[in-house]
Every structure is written in structure tokens, then in C-alpha cells.
């Protein structure tokens, strides 16, 4: 069974650029949300996708933006990059709606912005 | 206030030791609660997660959570150098059923395992 995926591992862009990164939820799974976790502090909620529609945002701007796919992969954009965008990208899928759900990440994405 | 918090650390403690790790959060109607071990330039690891008062033992791990003091710890028993990572405490804010796909994050203490 595999776990949470995600690409690509690494990825370096020039300041103004787009990106897109992409999340495959483990088996079972129906919800996915998004963190960004810059060095030294704990992952920032983004946002959460059920159903192909964002439920919950974080404190983020609308440079970020993600879609889910009906076979509930997603993707999160972020488009105009600053050099703060430099992070670790999270995914994180959860199982659906129930009793003492629990969250699994995947390996996420080291985006490095020159 | 933040809604998360962690002692940053370093935490030292020699191998065999307990380690002790700290959490406390602010929203009170927080259901679920979970510590994570992350390695140096890895994802985060679901390790225990806690969801009423009281402890809950898994291996070397015992979580605490006591909701009236908003508090959760967790304690490594019998510490080994391959412990040594960052711990992120986490709360899901809406409860248990509500699977919304949040979690707040702690910053994060980084245990060192001394062989």
C-alpha cells in the first residue's frame, strides 16, 4: 500500500516564476491538505481540498492556489514566486470523515527560490 | 499568544534517559492532538496521536493529555541516539469527526540523545 507521494522531491525556480507541486493520498484516503514548513518551524496550514472543492485556507495569499482531481490527487500552484516561498511543501492525506482520524505525509518538496 | 507552543530546545538527555517533551495550546474546544518526529530534512512522522484525558502508552512512547490545563507531553522511555529528531506537537481544532484537514503546529523541540 502505498503512502502519501509527492513530486517532484526538488525543485529550484527563478523569483516570478510559477510552480506546481503534486500529491498522490494514500490509499483510502479522500481528504488532502497543504503545509509549508520554512527552516526551523513548524509546517503552516495552506489549505485543505475534499470533494475538488478548498474547505479550510490558511493565512496564505492568492498566489496559492490547488486543485483535487476526482481520483482525489491534488496539486497546489503558486504562481509570482518570491524568495520567501523557499520552503519544504507538505501533503498531508486523512482517511475519510470519522472517529480519531489521523493525518499522513507524504516526503514533501524542497523548493528552493534564486 | 501563539496557538501551539513548544520549548524550541535543545532537549539533551543521555541514552536510557526519559525525555521529557512539552506542549500546550490555546483553543479550547481542540479535540485531537498528535506528536510528530521529524528528521533533519525529512517529513514529519505520525509517532502517537491522543484524543482523551489521561495517558496512552504505545512501545517507549506514552503520550499526556490533560484538556483542562491544555497541555499535552509526550515521554521517550529508554532514549536511544536514533530518537534524536524534532518533535512537533500538533491539534486538529474542530474534533475528532470533523476531519478538516488542519492541523496547528508547535514549532517544534529538537531532542538530542547523548550515547
Known amino acids: 500500500d502505498a503512502g502519501v507521494t509527492q513530486s517532484p522531491t526538488h525543485l529550484i525556480k527563478t523569483r516570478g516564476q510559477q510552480v506546481t507541486l503534486r500529491c498522490s493520498p494514500k490509499s483510502g484516503h479522500d481528504t488532502v491538505s497543504w503545509y509549508q514548513q520554512a527552516l526551523g518551524q513548524g509546517p503552516q496550514f495552506i489549505f485543505q481540498y475534499y470533494e475538488e472543492e478548498e474547505r479550510q485556507r490558511g493565512n496564505f495569499p492568492d498566489r496559492f492556489s490547488g486543485h483535487q482531481y476526482p481520483n482525489y490527487s491534488s496539486e497546489l500552484n503558486v504562481n509570482a514566486l518570491l524568495l520567501g516561498d523557499s520552503a519544504l511543501y507538505l501533503c498531508?492525506?486523512?482517511?475519510?470523515?470519522?472517529?480519531?482520524?489521523?493525518?499522513?505525509f507524504g516526503q514533501g518538496t524542497r523548493l528552493t527560490v534564486v | 499568544q501563539k496557538e501551539v507552543e513548544q520549548n524550541s530546545g535543545p532537549l539533551s538527555v543521555p541514552e536510557g534517559a526519559i525525555a521529557s517533551l512539552n506542549c500546550t495550546y490555546s483553543?479550547?474546544?481542540?479535540?485531537?492532538f498528535f506528536w510528530y518526529r521529524q528528521y533533519s530534512g525529512k517529513s514529519p512522522e505520525l509517532i502517537m496521536s491522543i484524543y482523551s484525558n489521561g495517558d496512552k502508552e504505545d512501545g517507549r512512547f506514552t503520550a499526556q493529555l490533560n484538556k483542562a490545563s491544555q497541555y499535552v507531553s509526550l515521554l521517550i522511555r529508554d532514549s536511544q541516539p536514533s530518537d534524536s529528531a524534532t518533535y512537533l506537537c500538533?491539534?486538529?481544532?474542530?474534533?475528532?469527526?470533523?476531519?478538516?484537514?488542519?492541523?496547528?503546529f508547535g514549532q517544534g523541540t529538537t531532542l538530542q540523545v547523548k550515547p
Open positions: 500538533a491539534v486538529n481544532p474542530l474534533g475528532r469527526s470533523g476531519n478538516t484537514g488542519k492541523l496547528i
Open positions: 498531508a492525506s486523512w482517511p475519510p470523515r470519522g472517529v480519531e482520524t489521523e493525518a499522513f
Open positions: 483553543d479550547r474546544v481542540s479535540q485531537s
